[in-house]
C-alpha cells in the first residue's frame, strides 16, 4: 500500500483507513465476525485475490484478526484497533444519507448486495419464535433473478435461491429500485404499500411482522439535507 510519506498520524491512520474497500471491510465486520464467503457478498464488485490480500495486509497491521478453524472455515473479526475504526465508519454512513441520497444510478442499483443486506440484517425474532418463509418477488428482473426466499427459524434467517418448500407466510412484491430505497431508508414499508410500490400479502402475524423483521438500523432514520438538482 501506498505510503503518504509523513510520521503525521493523520497520515498513518490514513493510509490504513483511506485504502480503497478498507471502510466497507470494516463496516461488515462491525456487525461481527464473517467468514470470507459472507465477506464476498458485501464487496460484490472485490475480486476474492484482493480481498484475501486485503484481509491478510489488515491483519499484518493488526486491525483485523482470524477467529475460529472450524469445518466451515475461519472467520475475521476486528481487533480492539480495529474497532476503533467503527465510529468513523459509522460517521461515514451518517454523513452519506445526509448529503449523497438522490435517485438510484444505474451503476448502483446492485442486486447481490441488496439480498445480502436483507439477510444479514434481518430479524428472524420478529415473528415471535415461529418460523416463517418470505418469498419476495423483484418484479423488474428477468426470471432467473426474480424469486428470493428467506427462511426464518431456530434464530436464523437463511437466503435460498430455490424454494425451501413449505408453507410461505409472506409473499413480498416491488421492483429492485424501490426494494434498495426501503433498505435505505428513502421509502419506508408502510407508505411503499400505502403508495402500491409493495405489495405485502401473507398470514396477518407475519404481515405484523415485516417492518421488524427489515430491522432497518439508525442511518435510515438520518434525513437528507441534500437540495433537489435543478
Same mark, same amino acid.
Given at each position: 500500500m501506498k505510503s503518504y510519506g509523513q510520521f503525521c498520524p493523520?497520515?498513518?491512520?490514513?493510509? %490504513?483507513? +483511506?485504502?480503497?474497500w478498507t471502510a466497507l471491510i470494516i463496516r461488515d465486520l462491525a456487525a461481527g465476525p464473517r467468514r470470507f464467503s459472507q465477506?464476498?457478498?458485501?464487496v460484490p464488485l472485490m475480486s476474492p485475490s484482493l480481498l484475501s490480500a486485503r484481509l491478510k495486509w489488515l491483519i499484518d497491521e493488526g486491525i483485523v484478526a482470524r477467529e475460529g478453524h472450524g469445518r466451515r472455515g475461519s472467520g475475521y473479526a476486528?481487533?480492539? *484497533?480495529?474497532?476503533?475504526?467503527? *465510529?468513523l465508519v459509522e460517521a461515514?454512513? %451518517?454523513?452519506g444519507q445526509r448529503w449523497t441520497r438522490r435517485s438510484l444510478r444505474d451503476h448502483e442499483i446492485d442486486l447481490g448486495l441488496l439480498v445480502w443486506s436483507l439477510e444479514s440484517s434481518a430479524d428472524p425474532d420478529a415473528f415471535g419464535g415461529r418460523r416463517c418463509l418470505i418469498?419476495?418477488?423483484?418484479?423488474?428482473?428477468?426470471?432467473?433473478?426474480?424469486?428470493?426466499w428467506f427462511l426464518n427459524q431456530t434464530?436464523? /434467517?437463511?437466503? /435460498?435461491?430455490?424454494? *425451501?418448500?413449505?408453507?410461505?407466510?409472506?409473499?413480498?412484491? +416491488?421492483?429492485l429500485p424501490d426494494a434498495i430505497y426501503i433498505v435505505r431508508g428513502d421509502?419506508? *414499508?408502510?407508505?411503499? %404499500?400505502?403508495d402500491m410500490r409493495l405489495e405485502a400479502i401473507g398470514d396477518k402475524w407475519a404481515c405484523a411482522g415485516l417492518?421488524?423483521?427489515l430491522a432497518l438500523g439508525p442511518l435510515t432514520r438520518v434525513a437528507s439535507r441534500r437540495r433537489a438538482s435543478p
Open positions: 493523520v497520515a498513518k491512520a490514513a493510509k %490504513i483507513f +483511506c485504502e480503497r465477506l464476498q457478498r458485501g476486528l481487533t480492539e *484497533p480495529g474497532r476503533e475504526f467503527v *465510529p461515514l454512513g %451518517i454523513w418469498r419476495l418477488e423483484l418484479t423488474d428482473q428477468p426470471k432467473a433473478k426474480r424469486l428470493w434464530g436464523r /434467517c437463511e437466503l /435460498c435461491v430455490d424454494d *425451501p418448500g413449505g408453507e410461505v407466510n409472506l409473499y413480498l412484491a +416491488c421492483t421509502l419506508s *414499508p408502510a407508505a411503499a %404499500i400505502g417492518t421488524g423483521w
